[in-house]
């Protein structure tokens, strides 16, 4: 069986000059390309998804889902069904935002929508109002008994 055709090959071969799948590990081995250089090469997956690569597009959409798994595991812990409730809708529904930039991805974003909403239809889910480090750090202020004023916390936001 041969490999599906897709522009990844030699976008990442160009751009991180190599010649082959060997050269590419190698240079990972070596340490020349980190854990992170590798996790920035997902906006050049997209850029492939975007031109209609169909590896791309599946690697992105499983990507989606990847993440809607942890999530919906999550909602489970956290809004858990009790009961004759699982059996029948229900309307309390509840916020799962995304930030990041692996949601700059239209595939990303809509997989992961279309697998959050199938496993739960009260999670709405929306980009998150503030950056992942302030609304840790509000968590922090509360849990510790302190409520910051939703004025300061518009102004944090810019």
Known sequence: RTAAATLLTPILFERLGVNSPYQL???????TLSR???AGLSVWVNEAATKG???AQKILRRAGRDLAGFAC??????????GDDSA???????????AGGAFESEFVLASFRESV?????????????LPPVLG???LAYRSAGIE???AAIRDWSG
């Open 25 to 31: 590990t190698e240079k990972y081995y070596a340490g």
């Open 36 to 38: 992170d250089h590798l």
């Open 53 to 55: 690569d169909r590896v």
């Open 73 to 82: 595991s999550l909602i489970t812990l956290i809004f858990p069904r009790t």
């Open 88 to 98: 029948k809708p229900s309307t309390q529904t509840f916020p799962v935002c995304y």
């Open 117 to 129: 909403a199938a496993d739960d239809d009260r999670a709405e889910v929306r980009a998150a109002q």
């Open 136 to 138: 840790s750090l509000l």
């Open 148 to 150: 910051i004023p939703t």
